[in-house]
């Protein structure tokens, strides 16, 4: 039996050296992380591990610093770019330029602060992630592994687990991860497996309508809508809420109406009825007085004086029979104390009646108004306003030129351009003019619609005077 080939291993650096330069910067940029000196990137880590990876594949300085600054981005790459000097020729004068422009000194305070705040969301992520997160954060510190262990174990909510974790003789951080994935594998199993229990849902009574606050949101073009009971928008009367309360209270008012027992007081004058109640109920309620008594409600016997509300907007009471204090306190009072509060009354009811007057005297003061303000305007416009001239069909014009090329003499250029001739007459002093036929004065035929203000006579018409007639 032949003895092995032994084949000698070849070592890093003569693999490094025998490649070309611009290939090894390309392989050791490729395993380099990114530096983009933001706020949460600490430059001596960085650095840290761009030296450790240069001294695993033996290469030199310059290829070091070549590859680090391919990496750089954002604010590094901008302070590399505007950097001057010796700074960016060798590795470690670089190295000492960036530390000091991106080193920053964070608190110890500010960092524990935030690896304590992190805590694990058994029901987001697994164990793994989570220490891997804590332990970047814990990264910049110089923490030995039994404390590393104890702030992962101290984000754990579950206070049986976090035992558990305790409990644990690891020694290294790679120990302790094995041993809790086989631990928070079967505790993530079985909370996916337990299942919130459902909740019974209320149900809502359909005699209750719902407040406007309760609503279901109404689409946004229902928010045109207006309704015609309460004038509000947004909704219509069929779910009026300010109409279903009043139904509400008119059908519970209607059910108590049977339960309770009313005597009127006796009147000599039968002729003087004042109001009669009547409805869908199940009595009619006739009243010659406008106040009753009350001697028993929903069964219990009482004594009490009251009025009964129409719902008329029209008031059945006459304010010179039934005083204010004759309605409430069953008697006038002397000197007519009460004057004054009739007064106010009466005059309160007859507001509504000048409601309209009011209105038409307003609308006429505002149609006389506008009619004067539309002779002031007019009679303005007539002073300041130039007839304007009236051309006939076939007429030879001249354009106003308003829009001169650029880069031209504006000088010694006429003010209109012409001739052209008018082939259409229009309505409201407007125009069709195009070019006179067989005369174009461009290549492409002109036809535009102008008003008079922009038109003038390429000649004007010779009209004879009397003179010139009677000479010949």
């Known amino acids: 039996m032949p003895p092995p080939v032994t084949v000698p291993e070849l070592s890093t650096n003569r693999t490094m050296s025998s490649i070309p330069v611009a290939q090894a910067i390309t392989l050791l940029a490729s395993q380099i992380p990114t530096f983009d000196g933001s706020e949460d990137e600490d430059v001596e880590v960085w650095i840290r591990r761009v030296e ?24 590094a790459r901008d302070w590399f770019y505007m950097e001057e000097g010796q700074t960016t020729h060798s590795w470690p004068l670089f190295k000492d330029a960036i530390t000091l422009r991106f080193k920053r000194r964070v608190p110890f305070h500010v960092t524990m602060t935030k690896i304590e705040n992190r805590k694990w969301n058994y029901s987001k992520e697994s164990f793994q992630e989570y220490s891997m997160q804590k332990l ?84 946004k073009f229902s928010r045109d809508i207006t309704c015609a009971y ?29 339960k309770s027992t009313l005597s009127t007081s006796d009147s000599k004058d039968a002729s003087s009825l004042i109001g009669c109640v009547s409805g869908e109920v199940a009595h009619k309620l006739e009243i010659s007085n406008p106040v009753i008594e009350v001697s028993q409600i929903n069964n219990s016997p009482c004594s009490l004086n009251a009025l009964i509300d129409t719902g008329s907007p029209v008031s059945l009471i006459i304010s010179s029979t039934f005083t204010p204090s004759k309605l409430f306190f ?38 006389d108004t506008t009619n004067q303000l539309k002779y002031y305007n007019k009679v303005y416009y007539d002073q300041r306003h130039k007839t304007p001239t009236n051309y006939k069909l076939g007429d030879y ?31 409201k002093n407007r125009y069709v003019v195009t070019d006179i036929p067989g005369f174009n004065l461009t290549s ?29």
């Not at 450790?52 to 604010?75: D, F, N, P, Q, R």
């Not at 279903?244 to 519970?252: D, I, L, P, Y």
């Open 136 to 219: 970047k954060l814990m990264h910049t510190l110089s923490l030995p592994e039994r404390d590393k262990i104890q702030l992962i174990i101290n984000g754990i909510s579950s206070s049986s687990l976090r035992a558990t974790a305790t409990a644990l003789r690891a020694i290294s951080i790679n120990e302790f991860l094995n041993q809790m994935y086989e631990i928070t594998s079967a505790f993530n199993s079985h909370q996916k497996k337990s299942s919130p229990l459902p909740t019974k849902k209320k149900e809502k009574s359909p005699s209750s309508p719902l407040s406007p606050s309760k609503e279901k949101p109404q689409p």
């Open 52 to 75: 450790h990876i240069a001294v695993g594949h033996g290469v030199s300085e310059s290829v070091t610093l070549l590859a680090a600054t391919s990496k750089l981005l954002k604010l």
């Open 444 to 472: 492409r035929p002109y036809n535009s619609i102008l008003s008079p203000d922009k038109l003038k006579y390429w000649l004007k018409p010779m009209i004879p005077s009397e003179e010139n007639v009677y000479l010949r």
């Open 397 to 427: 014009v001249s354009i106003r030129d308003q829009a001169p090329r650029s880069g031209a003499n504006k000088k010694m250029k006429p003010l209109y351009k012409g001739p052209y001739m008018i082939s259409k007459i229009l309505d």
């Open 230 to 258: 309460c004038k509000a928008k947004g909704h219509l009367k069929a779910d009026c809420f300010k109409l279903k309360r009043k139904e509400q209270t008119v059908t519970s008012f209607e059910s108590s109406a049977g």
């Open 330 to 367: 069953g008697y006038d009072q002397r000197n007519h104390a009460d004057a004054k509060l009739i007064d106010f009354l009466t005059k309160l009811a007859k507001t509504d009646l000048h409601y309209e007057e009011e209105r038409e005297l307003a609308s006429r003061l505002a149609v």
